[in-house]
């Protein structure tokens, strides 16, 4: 059972309900330019702007993408592009029935004092942004922070200062109307293990939510965006499935509020089908029952296939959008808990 909203912020709590409700999920289609320029040039595909709108075309208009996808978040250049036929990104994710997210965050820039770490920087100004966003038809937005496990990192400076980052966006959305999504990226590069990772995590995590309370963050209108809890991609051991799908959860139940809308995970650079796999045994009964939603919100582990299919050329459209409604339909099925991939 569901307890009424909080008062005032009924249609964002509908809204963030509605991005987790049922068996669908979010897709991240928000890389920065260089990102996805750095994709392309890995294939060869031209590094342009109508190169881009046109891999962000075929992505909105695979046909079915709205079965399995509840929402989709977009970045500033591509939520004012069209289709070759003219029709704007926007209208075509309303008349597949997904909601319209936004990337919102400007990267993550150097953080001063503390070498190999970041901060991630956007807030000057946001308010003006959102604002223009929500009028455009933006329903949520994003903002991704980034902590890398290493030799005496994160350090305390650098996890605070982006948990106090994510919580003046968060406040702000709210504000604007927009529901956040709060994502506070644990990277998987490195050597450490998967209990290193899931200490690390809830650190985070702790702080994030010390953050959103301070700042009156309504934690039933927000979705947080975590990283699962894995070993180090350098090293050797690398946990079976149910083993990190416990580790995550074990760290979310200690560290995020029942009360949050839903967890929507970031896939970082696991291959689609390990994504998947381990969203499925996260949704297994085994492990339930859950406080909140256990979903999606991938980028690479729904594009990537797809992305080498099309290359860049016309002709591959088709494939490439089977190849990638495979991959949202996959996940669609883990969380049932099927591992269908
Ligand atoms: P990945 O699933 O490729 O990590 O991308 C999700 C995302 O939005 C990262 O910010």
């Not at 799908?245 to 967890?263: D, F």
Request: net charge neutral; charged share 20%.
């Amino acid at each position: 059972t569901l307890l009424p909203p909080p008062a005032g912020l009924g249609s964002l709590v509908d809204t963030a309900r509605l991005l987790v409700g049922g068996d669908k999920g979010l897709l991240a289609i928000d890389e920065s330019t260089s990102t996805c320029n750095r994709r392309f040039a890995r294939l060869g595909i031209a590094q342009d702007e109508p190169t881009r709108r046109a891999w962000r075309e075929l992505i909105l208009t695979t046909p079915g993408l709205g079965d399995a996808i509840s929402g989709v978040i977009l970045v500033d250049e591509t939520i004012r592009q069209r289709t070759r036929g003219g029709t704007a990104f926007l209208t075509v994710l309303a008349q597949a029935g997904i909601t319209a997210g936004i990337k919102v965050d400007l990267g993550a820039t150097p953080l001063a004092g503390h070498p190999g770490e970041t901060v991630t920087e956007g807030l000057d100004g946001l308010r003006q942004r959102l604002g223009e966003y929500a009028r455009m038809g933006a329903r949520f937005a994003k903002w991704r922070a980034v902590l890398t496990i290493g030799d005496g990192t994160p350090s305390r400076a650098c996890v605070t200062a982006n948990a106090h980052a994510l919580a003046r966006y968060a406040a702000l959305c709210q504000e604007a109307g927009l529901v956040p999504v709060v994502e506070p990226e644990v990277l998987t590069a490195g050597e450490h293990t998967l209990a290193r990772c899931e200490q690390v995590t809830e650190d985070v995590l702790h702080e994030v939510f010390a953050q959103l309370d301070t700042q009156g963050v309504v934690l039933e209108a927000i979705l947080l965006k975590p990283s699962m809890v894995l070993p180090g991609s350098d090293n050797p051991t690398q946990d079976p499935v149910d083993a990190a799908a416990a580790a995550t959860l074990r760290c979310l139940r200690r560290a995020a509020p029942a009360a949050v809308a839903g967890i929507a995970f970031l896939s970082g650079g696991q291959s689609g089908d390990l994504a998947a796999a381990r969203l499925a045994a996260m949704n297994s009964p085994a492990l339930a029952p859950l406080p909140w939603p256990v979903s999606f919100s991938f980028g690479r582990a729904i594009q990537e296939p797809a992305l080498s299919i099309w290359g860049g050329q016309d002709a591959n459209t088709e494939r490439a959008q089977q190849a990638l409604l495979r991959r949202a339909t996959a996940n669609r099925d883990a969380r049932r808990g099927e591992d269908t991939s």
